[in-house]
């Protein structure tokens, strides 16, 4: 009898000493625990990041980022933290809503770190399966990359751009604003993406409602515009084979590379350029590996995560002290995810009833 009373008590001081040595993973709220380390010095910080994640081991990303600029991120990050071994999964960013939420709602929580674009991370905001971080970075990166609170930042957006022909469209007659898609030269000779809703976002913040609604109307009915359901690196290229005069709703990097690769189109900078919702990082509420997921944060807010992405994939970084390829000299304007995220369907049944499909 004693000695199960002694075996009792011994159990009952092991569980002890690993609540309270041990750090409190997914048992806690995982915002409150980021805040709580966020309020430390910024050396007494990364020392209990790192102390804290090397017990972790590692961490899951779920991304809707294509896997060979992920492995990009994640071999920089590798040579920083080697003893974190980072698994993920790209998924595309329907795909991560749906597998990460799907898990959530089953008491699974295998993802710590998920990346997805800005109208489907809303949902997961709003629904608080995603805690609030704001990392150190987050007063390095550009406008409209990060909330006001810097709580829900991006790691890399898409500027819109008009991409035309070089050989079917004389220099004189690139257009320079929108409104002048609507000259009868262009009828028939446009192709589109039948779901632009940012871009439809973007005019209206710009124009307000009835203007864009107009502009968007008339590209449908009297220029006979093509809306098109293939990626845009698809569309871009049937621009280049002379299949149509432009693109009008191109994306910057798209026209940068074919045009290093001799396809014959250029592009044109519209001022203000507008930028598609930036694509977001984010830490589960329920992580069992938050202080290796807020290094990973960190370092793809970081200036050597911007510059990888800048110069090995094209893309507009969310760091102001890095240069995109292209840097637009043009205003931006960033369309909000926190504004037009919550007016996503109406804003896609909006677009969907003006473009009559």
């Known amino acids: ?21 041990l ?19 910024a050396e007494e910080r990364q020392k209990l990041l790192l102390e804290n994640a090397k017990k972790e081991g590692g961490l899951t990303l779920y991304t809707a980022t294509n896997i060979r600029d992920t492995q990009d991120v994640v071999a920089g990050f ?13 998924l595309g960013g329907p795909g991560v809503l749906n597998k990460f939420t799907t898990e959530y709602r089953a008491g699974v929580h295998n993802a710590d770190v998920v990346v ?3 109208n489907n991370a809303l949902e997961l905001i709003d629904k608080k399966v995603v805690a609030s971080y704001r990392s150190p970075m987050v007063p390095f990166l550009r406008k409209g990359f990060v909330d006001e609170e810097g709580y829900w930042p991006g790691v890399y957006a898409i500027g819109y ?30 192709i589109m993406d039948a779901e632009a809703h940012d871009l439809l976002a973007g005019l209206i913040d710009l124009w307000g409602e009835k203007k864009a609604t107009h502009f968007l109307q008339q590209l449908a009915d009297a220029q006979a515009v093509r809306f098109a359901r293939q990626s ?18 191109g994306y910057v990097h798209n026209a940068v590379k074919m045009k290093s690769e001799g396809a014959p189109i250029d592009f044109v900078s519209l001022n203000p350029t507008i930028v598609r919702t930036p694509s977001v990082i984010a830490i589960a509420s329920r992580s069992s590996h938050p202080y290796a997921a807020a290094l990973f944060v960190d370092y793809h807010l970081s200036k050597e995560a911007s510059e990888i992405m800048v110069k090995n994939q094209g893309r507009w970084a969310p ?3 890095v240069k995109w390829t292209v840097e637009p000299e043009t205003d931006l304007h960033v369309v909000s995810m926190l504004l037009w995220g919550r007016k996503n369907r109406e804003l896609v049944e909006f677009f969907n009833k003006l473009a009559r499909r």
Request: some cysteine; hydrophobic content about 40%.
């Open 232 to 249: 845009h690196t698809f569309m871009t290229q049937l621009v280049a084979a002379g299949e149509y005069d432009l693109i009008v709703d």
């Open 1 to 21: 009898m004693k000695d199960k009373w002694l075996q009792w008590m011994w159990c009952c001081l092991l569980l002890l000493f690993l609540f309270f040595a």
């Open 116 to 118: 997805l674009t800005g």
């Open 161 to 190: 751009t008009i991409i035309y022909n070089t050989k079917r469209v004389n220099p004189r007659e690139v257009p320079k604003q929108y409104e002048e898609l609507l000259n009868p030269r262009w009828k028939g000779n446009m």
């Open 319 to 321: 760091r102001k002290d």
């Open 78 to 90: 590798n040579k920083h933290y080697p003893f974190l071994k980072l698994n993920f999964s790209s």
């Open 23 to 41: 750090p409190r993973t997914g048992l806690s709220d995982v915002g409150e625990l980021l805040t709580q380390v966020n309020r430390k010095p």
